[in-house]
């Protein structure tokens, strides 16, 4: 099964609503914090980016406004193909103006997350982590310290989603174990094993105070990164970390 993976950013998204379909520009109109507001056009705009980009479908507004990316009761985000339900997965995060879709042309549970690089007290690693986390926690040097919290809590948020609960579910629920535990570049390997015995399979990367994580209930190869339709190969991306 290939996962593909796409970014985009604030400055991306259009000015004008013209590329939502009609249920999005009805529940867009709800919104009306600006941040928030932001936020949900950022992330339809990345979903819809990174289905023309795997399904090579022109970033044309009317051929946009066909995909309607809707809300299941779990939260969860649905992908409708002019009224249809379509075969595709897709999981989506955003975060300091940065958005990112993990897609699978297929039914299946997947999750993605991406999350900031920064302190954290001794008190969320306690009430949020496994003693087995902690662990490996304390193990690290101080100045990694901060980039495996990042990992382990973005790779549990990754699951929580891709289990459609997020975090109405304890994340001690979920415990995260990495491969050969690496700070350098490329993508590193990772499972997020739950309490019921079902195991994650999952990739991880950083780059720019950034860490993504992206995870599925079975085996897959390294994410395939993909650019939105007629866009310049971005060097800064977390991908190409």
């Known amino acids: 099964?290939?996962?593909?993976?796409?970014?985009?950013?604030?400055?991306?998204?259009?000015?004008?609503?013209?590329?939502?379909?009609?249920?999005?520009?009805?529940?867009?109109?709800?919104?009306?914090?600006?941040?928030?507001?932001?936020?949900?056009?950022?992330?339809?705009?990345?979903?819809?980016?990174?289905?023309?980009?795997?399904?090579?479908?022109?970033?044309?507004?009317?051929?946009?406004?066909?995909?309607?990316?809707?809300?299941?009761?779990?939260?969860?985000?649905?992908?409708?193909?002019?009224?249809?339900?379509?075969?595709?997965?897709?999981?989506?995060?955003?975060?300091?103006?940065?958005?990112?879709?993990?897609?699978?042309?297929?039914?299946?549970?997947?999750?993605?997350?991406i999350e900031v690089i920064e302190p954290h007290s001794p008190a969320f690693i306690a009430d949020y982590f496994t003693s087995e986390e902690q662990d490996l926690i304390e193990r690290v040097g101080s100045i990694e310290r901060s980039r495996l919290v990042a990992m382990l809590w973005s790779a549990k948020e990754s699951a929580l989603k891709a289990l459609e609960e997020g975090l109405r579910r304890d994340t001690r629920s979920v415990a995260v174990r990495p491969g050969a535990l690496s700070f350098g570049e490329g993508w590193g390997s990772l499972q997020v094993k739950l309490v019921e015995g079902d195991v994650f399979h999952g990739w991880w990367c950083h780059a720019d105070g950034i860490v993504q994580t992206v995870v599925g209930e079975h085996p897959f190869s390294l994410p395939i990164r993909k650019q939105a339709p007629g866009s310049k190969p971005d060097q800064s991306s977390v991908h190409a970390a």
Not at 24 to 30: G, K
Not at 58 to 76: K, N, V
Request: aromatic fraction near 6%; glycine fraction near 6%; charged fraction near 25%.
């Open 1 to 113: 099964m290939d996962i593909y993976v796409l970014e985009q950013r604030e400055e991306d998204v259009p000015e004008s609503n013209d590329w939502l379909g009609a249920r999005e520009r009805n529940h867009v109109r709800t919104l009306n914090f600006l941040k928030r507001r932001i936020e949900w056009r950022l992330g339809r705009w990345t979903a819809k980016c990174a289905i023309a980009a795997v399904k090579e479908i022109p970033l044309d507004p009317d051929l946009l406004a066909s995909i309607e990316i809707c809300r299941a009761p779990s939260g969860a985000p649905r992908v409708f193909v002019q009224g249809v339900p379509a075969n595709v997965t897709i999981s989506l995060s955003h975060r300091a103006g940065l958005a990112v879709c993990a897609l699978a042309c297929a039914c299946v549970r997947l999750g993605c997350d």
